[in-house]
């Protein structure tokens, strides 16, 4: 065994105690979790007390019971198998588990408890590896750290009577692992049950008033880089805890009613809430949004309501029109988000915005021939018929439609499921770097730039041990060339949108900043004024969404300006 836990006092350092075979949680810090290597892997240590002969999952006897399987328990066994493919083989637990669950036809409570312990117990890692190792005196082997870490997100953060979350983690051992791992799971739990939760944290978690950060990565299972950067994002550190606390709790999820082609009646039909600022957002509480008709016609799709206030808010920043149709780019577009909504306004027009919310039409009109497919090029500088907004003023403005849109994205897989969800925009496939199209004519340019995804980490349970702080500078020079080639594409009295789905300054102000010192053409809005249904966002001139504050995802954006 290597280091303890924070003892008493707390040493403040919170990183990670071990990680075999992977080195990006290493360097986190702050209650990083100790990432798993094969089954069996690494640990070097005698099988009897945390190992034990191993059986395959699918059962199999060896203790003369005969085969059992693991659909006894099928929530267990599936988010085990979830945490286990997570620490084997890097597997998104968001796109693994309701495949799993699909494919093994575990439907209603089972499902629901079946994604509350994969997901539960991947954002909590941090804090669940501080305890277990304050109770187990040797290492535990990849999957039985990984039975540890379950069994102990049921006793310390779910309703889960101790007898019943120590009783079916120790089932799931002895069948998925062995007896004598079971025996020692066992024997941790007990220890890690004696203890609440609260309880725990003065022991594994540095002293407060010493080390406030520190604290919060390990009582909130943050890694602590994240927690640093949150805290210098967001300007007020009162606010951390309850950012944290929304950071762990599950999204609702979102859906976008793209207008001229469904509404949010139509979505509230089928079982929705309107959503709470955007006027074409509604919530879905449960059930599965691809068995919604507007759905499954990609007239709708699922979208967190800043994504759509980001590019609504684009939309709505006058622009001198020339009294042609507008022109508009999407130059990171895949998967699509984004390019739907912009592509169904620029048809349509803002529909709600220019009607009382809710009064949108549900027609779905036949959309217009597309020019070209995802390997095509586009005639991107034949802007269609119709007319765009013309004042140049201050305000909101609605967006009357008319206008052609240009999607991009460098990646050719992303860039055809940007063509399978918009209807009349143009899609390539090209590097932003390395414009595709002329420079200066377009009127509006969406550059939703590849980010570090801080501000999106509900989603995704195990992403936050998986990012790496050394990519942010990477990523900040690719950031700063595509806002540059944004800016290059917009047209004089354009308006280009810098979005990223991260409030690290290193990925938006410090970008901003840069880019604006280094050109004399540009002119900084305030992203706010597009958005005045929604308060909150921070002193401007960008904005900056925050899950505790809106119950969005931590989505920032900056609205700049081409000079005249
Ligand atoms: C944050 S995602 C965009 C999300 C999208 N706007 C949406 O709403 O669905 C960033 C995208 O940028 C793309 N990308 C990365 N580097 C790029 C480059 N140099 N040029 C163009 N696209 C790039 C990635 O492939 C990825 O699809």
Redesign the pocket.
């Known amino acids: 065994m290597t280091t303890r836990g924070h003892q008493g006092s707390g040493s403040g350092d919170d990183r990670p105690r071990r990680s075999p075979g992977a080195g990006s949680a290493q360097s986190q810090g702050g209650g990083g979790p100790r990432r798993s290597q094969g089954a069996g892997g690494g640990s070097g240590r005698s099988q009897g007390a945390g190992g034990g002969a191993r059986r395959s999952p699918g059962g199999g006897g060896g203790d003369g019971r005969g085969p059992r399987r693991p659909a006894r328990d099928p929530s267990r066994n599936a988010a085990f198998d979830v945490l286990r493919a997570v620490g084997e083989r890097d597997a998104y637990a968001n796109l693994l588990l309701p495949r799993l669950l699909r494919d093994r036809g575990i439907k209603g409570r089972d499902a629901a408890l079946a994604t509350e312990l994969a997901y539960g117990t991947l954002r909590g890692l941090g804090t669940y590896d501080a305890v277990i190792e304050m109770c187990s005196d040797r290492e535990p082997d990849p999957d039985v750290l990984d039975a540890l870490r379950l069994g102990a997100h049921q006793l310390l953060r779910m309703r889960v009577p101790p007898h019943a979350a120590v009783g079916t983690t120790v089932d799931l051992v002895r069948l998925r692992i062995g007896p004598g791992a079971a025996k020692f799971v066992n024997a941790v739990l007990r220890k890690i049950g004696s203890r609440t939760l609260d309880e725990w944290l003065p022991i594994i978690a540095p002293d407060p008033a010493d080390d406030p950060v520190g604290h919060l990565a390990v009582a909130h299972g943050h890694p602590r880089w994240i927690v640093s950067a949150f805290r210098d994002a967001l300007g007020s550190p009162e606010e951390l805890p309850e950012l944290l606390e929304a950071d762990n709790a599950r999204p609702l999820v979102t859906l976008v009613a793209r207008p001229g082609r469904s509404s949010v009646e139509e979505l509230e039909a089928a079982g929705t809430m309107p959503g709470r600022y955007s006027p074409y957002a509604a919530y879905l509480r449960e059930g599965d949004p691809g068995q919604i008709k507007a759905v499954a016609e990609t007239r709708a799709a699922v979208?967190d309501e800043a994504?759509q206030l980001v590019a609504l808010a684009l939309t709505r920043v006058p622009v001198d029109g020339d009294g042609g149709g507008e022109l508009w780019l999407?130059?990171?577009?895949?998967?699509?988000?984004?390019?739907g909504l912009l592509d169904a306004i620029a048809t349509h027009g803002d529909l709600a915005g220019m009607r009382p919310p809710g009064g949108a039409d549900a027609s779905d009109e036949a959309p217009a021939a597309r020019q070209a497919g995802p390997a095509g090029v586009a005639g991107a500088a034949s802007a269609g018929a119709g007319g765009g907004v013309s004042d140049v003023g201050t305000g909101p403005e609605a967006f009357s439609g008319g206008a052609r849109v240009l999607a991009?994205?460098?990646?050719h897989h992303?860039a055809r499921l940007?063509w399978e969800t918009t209807r009349d925009a143009a899609v390539i496939t090209?590097?932003?770097?390395e414009p595709a199209w002329r420079p200066g004519v377009f009127d509006r340019v969406?550059l939703?730039?590849?980010?570090t995804?801080l501000g999106a980490l509900r989603r995704r349970p195990e992403a936050r041990w998986r990012r790496d702080p050394a990519g942010i500078a990477d990523l900040g020079k690719?950031q700063r060339s595509?806002l540059a080639a944004a800016l290059d594409a917009v047209r004089p009295g354009g308006v280009v949108a810098y979005?990223?789905?991260s409030p690290h300054l290193a990925e938006t102000r410090v970008v901003i900043g840069d880019v604006l010192a280094r050109r004399n053409d540009v002119e900084q809005l305030d992203a706010r004024a597009y958005l005045p249904e929604v308060d909150a966002l921070g002193d401007g001139p960008h904005a900056q969404f925050w899950p505790h504050r809106h119950g969005t995802d931590a989505m920032f954006l900056a609205l700049l300006r081409k000079l005249p």
Do not use: F, I, N
């Not at 991009?408 to 990646?411: E, I, L, M, T, Y």
């Not at 939703?448 to 980010?451: L, N």
């Open positions: 979208q994504s999407d130059m990171c577009a895949g998967p699509g988000g984004k390019a991009s994205d460098a990646q992303r940007v090209a590097d932003g770097t969406m939703d730039a590849p980010c995804g690719l595509l979005v990223t789905c």
